[in-house]
């Protein structure tokens, strides 16, 4: 990024969304890196900006590819649970599962791509959800930079707490569905 010059926060940005979409990367490597290269603050605006990209093309895609999508996810588990959780508690259902870490968000786009989930409701709700863990990442990541330790470890334990918390509300959300 830093031989990108002022190219640099465009390329994270476009690197961000492609992350989404294509998935090539763990999302938590980039917004663990957002925060080591750019710092908290200026490193989770990037990283929000490109999970929004990224999750708004996710949606659209679904959207304009539906038959093929639908024949690729119509019968897998995974949307199966998402559609029966996201229908029986609207809106809530999909900030949660934003929420929560360890959850496949990207897939989540598509998912609720394909479902009647408006996008005015999509976006707000994806960006609520996302915010915390980003946040918590883009902070790990700028307090490795920093080597602040101490920093590091607490934002790691409420990270680990929050995906112990999901794990068992997990369960829960799965006999629902």
């Known amino acids: 990024m830093e031989s990108r010059g002022a190219l640099g926060p465009l390329v994270f940005v476009s690197l961000q969304a492609l992350q989404v979409i294509l998935a090539p990367l763990p999302g ?4 663990f890196a957002a925060g080591f290269i750019f710092g908290p603050f ?7 900006l490109g999970l929004s990209l990224g999750s708004a093309g996710a949606f659209f895609l679904a959207r304009a590819f539906r038959p093929p999508f ?3 996810l119509g019968r897998r588990p995974f949307y199966l649970r998402v559609k029966t959780f996201t229908r029986r508690h609207g809106p809530t259902a999909a ?4 929420l929560f870490p360890g959850f496949p968000k990207d897939y989540l786009c598509y998912a609720l791509g394909l479902l009647p989930f408006p996008f005015r409701v999509f ?4 960006l609520l959800g996302r915010a915390p863990a ?6 790990e990541g700028d307090a490795a930079f920093r080597e602040d330790w ?6 790691g334990l409420a990270a680990g707490l929050s995906l112990l918390l999901f794990l068992k509300l997990k369960k829960r959300l799965e006999v629902e569905a």
């Not at 980003?134 to 902070?139: E, K, M, R, S």
Request: glycine share 6%; no cysteine; proline share 3%.
């Open 95 to 98: 900030f949660l599962l934003f």
């Open 70 to 72: 639908e024949r690729h």
């Open 150 to 155: 101490d920093l590091l470890l607490w934002v």
């Open 42 to 48: 200026k490193g989770f605006i990037l990283a929000m």
């Open 123 to 126: 976006f707000p709700v994806m």
């Open 28 to 31: 938590e490597a980039t917004g």
């Open 134 to 139: 980003t946040l918590a990442l883009t902070l």
